[in-house]
């Protein structure tokens, strides 16, 4: 990194962090700091939910993820816009017309205390472990690849969004998020026409279409039935339906975001700006993923994208073996660049048999890379079983500061951090928020003021952000980090939107059997995500993790009508069955 680039990164940091302080200074009741004044409109509530779920990961694992399996990781997305529908029809104009702060709240109303609070602590325990996580991601990456603390890093990119997110509440959460959008598209937009401009004279965009289709990174579309496939079109529908509906329904996080909407219209139009635009934007982040893969068919790349497995590895016994692996993958290089030259030619000619021909010739070389990586990993595995071997997180940042030019580095790390920060705001707000109103101040007894109430959000989002800050100072790197963070909601969500789901739509059923049906079907999906996801015997998923979510939704419902059915059966010996 040059001067140009820590002059950029640091800039584009301090001003979010200054710009969110000076906007938001000032907040004397909850009305403010939690539900930011009711006065966001439909653009800042669109902007502030999509950088909300687009986290540093997105940015570091999507296009990883793109270049290793292609672009079928786009139907996970495919139930949100569907689920925003939901949402805006049922779950804004009850959440406007009860003026409720927290979604939780609601569930008081409807059910209990109990089950409120029930709700709150399964969103602090998962919310809280993500919120690590989201500060965890970046900070692992760029200390490998730059050779910065770790733990320095953590501590810098929480402490700078604790200092705004404690002072403005919600209103600085938004404020920044608009600003954090406008620099994340704008580098990736960036970095994607340097991508193009970097390939050979003779490839333009179509004819690298065509090349990453030959090796299959644009197989987008997948109706496999299979219920082991994590990305498939039927999943992504019913999984990514439910999850989506839970996370943006019943996520404080995200409904803090159109909670601060000026009237249920514009917290809906915010919902749907998501929702058209999400999927898209998750699809150029994949494409660039690709272009991505596209450039190194035609430049040398790393066995292992992860230099610190690379270094593991170079420093053990196994140093030789490695080294042998590399000169094989050099040979394969030069046969893929080969290789891709003549499918050109042929997509040039335009001569069908040559074109296949090529295209066989392809797709066998980029298996024969795929099966050399896989030994690669081994190795390192053996040389060192703590060592992280999966490197999709570290293809794009390793393309970022070997590729681009000296200025454009520090925005897209800027890009990053941003992204981090973003992310990281939201998640500090709606955990301060819930711990403060629904536990809290729910318990204590007697009377509390505006001021107290605004002090205790605060002081519980500081409290958050240290120990979101401590979680990514103890964290361990897992497979990859995008799919890690929807995992830990795939177990948790599907429980509590189910619960939503009875509050809104089965009138009869009371909270006693909704309580302790959510605490049966919180063992039993930690079960099914233990033994049929985690661990299973054969070393295979038995089941994609994005069907947690309807399975933890279809469950409590389920329970909760058993449980009800049976309380009213006791309660009433003379009922009979029809």
Not at 204 to 217: P, Q, R, V
Not at 300 to 324: G, R
Request: glycine share 8%.
């Amino acid at each position: 990194m040059g001067t140009l680039d820590w002059i950029i990164l640091s800039g584009t940091l301090l001003f979010i962090v200054v710009y969110g302080v000076w906007k938001t200074k000032g907040s004397k009741n909850v009305q403010d700091y939690v539900r930011g004044g009711n006065d966001a409109k439909w653009w800042t509530i669109g902007l502030s939910v999509m950088a909300t779920q687009a986290s540093a990961i997105t940015f570091l694992s999507t296009p990883g993820q793109a270049f290793h399996d292609g672009m079928g990781f786009v139907q996970f997305y495919f139930g949100l816009p569907l689920a925003m529908v939901v949402i805006c029809l049922v779950f804004v104009p009850i959440y406007h017309r009860l003026k409720v702060y927290t979604a939780y709240e609601f569930l008081e109303n409807r059910f209990d205390l109990k089950t409120r609070s029930l709700a709150a602590v399964l969103f602090l325990i998962q919310r809280g472990l993500a919120a690590g996580i989201t500060i965890y991601a970046p900070s692992i990456i760029l200390s490998a690849v730059l050779g910065w603390d770790l733990r320095t890093l953590n501590i810098i990119i929480g402490a700078l969004v604790i200092i705004y997110t404690v002072s403005g509440g919600t209103k600085a959460v938004s404020v920044t998020q608009k600003q954090q959008m406008f620099i994340i598209m704008g580098g990736m937009f960036i970095t994607f026409f340097f991508i193009l401009g970097y390939l050979p004279a003779d490839i333009t965009f179509s004819k690298a279409m065509k090349i990453a289709g030959a090796s299959d990174k644009l197989e987008i579309l997948n109706f496999d039935f299979d219920a082991k496939s994590r990305y498939t079109f039927w999943s992504g529908i019913t999984g990514g339906f439910f999850l989506a509906l839970s996370y943006f329904g019943t996520d404080q996080s995200q409904v803090q975001r159109y909670l601060s909407g000026k009237s249920i219209r514009e917290s809906q139009l915010g919902l749907v700006f998501n929702g058209i635009f999400k999927i898209p934007m998750q699809f150029f982040i994949l494409l660039v993923g690709v272009m991505v893969f596209v450039f190194y068919q035609y430049n040398p790349s790393p066995l292992n994208f992860n230099p610190a497995a690379t270094k593991t590895v170079m420093d053990s016994p196994y140093a030789e073996d490695y080294k042998l692996l590399q000169e094989g993958h050099i040979e394969l290089e030069t046969q893929k660049k080969i290789a891709q030259n003549k499918f050109s030619v042929a997509l040039e000619l335009k001569e069908y048999a040559a074109i296949e021909d090529a295209k066989i010739q392809v797709m066998n070389l980029n298996k024969k890379d795929s099966t050399n990586r896989a030994a690669a990993k081994a190795l390192i595995k053996q040389a060192d079983e703590d060592t992280e071997t999966n490197d999709k997180d570290y293809v794009f940042i390793h393309f970022i500061l070997n590729n681009l030019p000296k200025g454009l580095i520090g925005l897209l790390l800027a890009v990053i951090l941003s992204a981090a920060m973003s992310s990281t705001a939201s998640e500090l707000n709606a955990l301060g928020t819930i711990s403060a109103l629904d536990l809290y101040k729910r318990n204590k007894k007697g009377p509390t003021s505006e001021r107290h109430n605004v002090n205790a959000s605060k002081v519980f989002t500081l409290i958050w952000g240290l120990l979101a800050i401590l979680i990514a100072c103890t964290a361990s790197l897992f497979d990859n980090l995008i799919q890690l963070v929807n995992i830990i909601g795939s177990i948790f969500y599907g429980n509590v939107l189910g619960i939503f789901l009875l509050a809104f739509f089965f009138k009869f059923v009371k909270g006693n059997a909704v309580f302790f049906s959510a605490l049966l079907t919180q063992a039993l999906i930690c079960v099914i995500y233990y033994f049929l996801i985690h661990i299973h015997p054969s070393g295979e998923e038995k089941l994609g993790y994005l069907w947690l979510n309807f399975i933890g939704a279809a469950l409590v419902i389920l329970i909760s009508l058993v449980f009800e059915g049976f309380d009213r059966l006791l309660k009433n010996p003379d009922i009979k069955s029809t």
